[in-house]
């Protein structure tokens, strides 16, 4: 699908490369049951980077209990011939919320200047992440995906867009956003931001975690960029949707005491 990182050419560098270029960039990506796709995906994701000149380049591959298709051993197996691959053993996480907050603060750890979140099995494209490092390197806090700008794309099933649509409305009236795409996962962070979307806590555990997040970067200077979206095969379940309107009362309420 995608050049692998051992097979391709030399890249030509991005003219976003003059600010990219030393910058310490941190991949995360939960991966349950991605054997199919996992070590292509990982390659195609470095490949799309490695013309920016980022160094390190590190790709934080978030594993936990909910895998079960043998992706830990195939990524772990792979990382021993691609040093740019670091495989998170998580087991203490409860979901992929707790999965992405864990590889973030590896990624802090690390010294990453940026830090990118990024579905695996493709669902998220990784030819997009130039139109990301070109928005970052303009010197903003935050960068999102948005599957609803012009250029963008949602190939969900149609129940899932309409709570995508709906959810994205009722979080901007509610939280005094102003974003196209309130849902998505894909986004890129400065390390200032992110530590400080960290300080501020992330309490939904559910798929409203990167609607709290995007909240939570109120007042920093963000952009959206348009993407594709392949996944969201499935529906969103009523418990998640509770969920998520119990956390936007929250977050509602913190935001009337002048506390978002």
């Not at 919320?97 to 494209?125: K, P, Q, T």
């Not at 990301?132 to 935050?142: S, V």
């Not at 795409?181 to 798929?207: C, N, Q």
């Amino acid at each position: 699908m995608f050049p692998s990182a051992e097979t391709r050419g030399a890249a030509a560098p991005t003219p976003a490369a003059a600010v990219t270029a030393g910058l310490a960039l941190g991949v995360v990506s939960p991966m349950a049951n991605e054997a199919d796709t996992a070590v292509e995906f990982v390659s195609a994701v470095l490949a799309a980077c490695a013309p920016h000149g980022f160094d390190p380049l590190t790709f934080f591959a978030v594993v936990d209990r909910a895998s079960h298709d043998g992706t830990r051993a195939l990524l772990e197996a792979y990382a021993r011939r691609e040093p740019r691959l670091r495989v998170v053993w998580a087991p203490e996480t409860q979901g992929v919320a707790d999965a992405y907050v864990r590889g973030y603060r590896e990624a802090l750890a690390a010294g990453c200047d940026w830090i990118l979140e990024i579905d695996a099995g493709f669902s998220h494209d990784p030819t997009a992440l130039d139109a990301f490092f070109a928005a970052m390197a303009a010197g903003r806090d935050c960068v999102f995906g948005s599957r609803f700008l012009a250029g963008g794309s949602n190939l969900g099933i149609l129940r899932r867009r309409f709570v995508s649509r709906a959810g994205t409305v009722l979080a901007n009236a509610l939280l005094g956003t102003r974003l196209t795409d309130m849902t998505s996962g894909y986004e890129l962070f400065s390390r200032d931001a992110l530590a400080a979307v960290l300080a501020k806590g992330i309490r939904s555990r559910g798929p409203f975690f990167q609607t709290e997040i995007k909240a939570s970067c109120r007042g920093l200077d963000v952009v959206e960029v348009p993407i594709s979206y392949a996944g969201g095969d499935r529906g969103v379940g009523g418990q998640a949707i509770a969920e998520s309107l119990a956390n936007l009362s929250r977050l509602f309420a913190r935001r009337l005491r002048g506390a978002l």
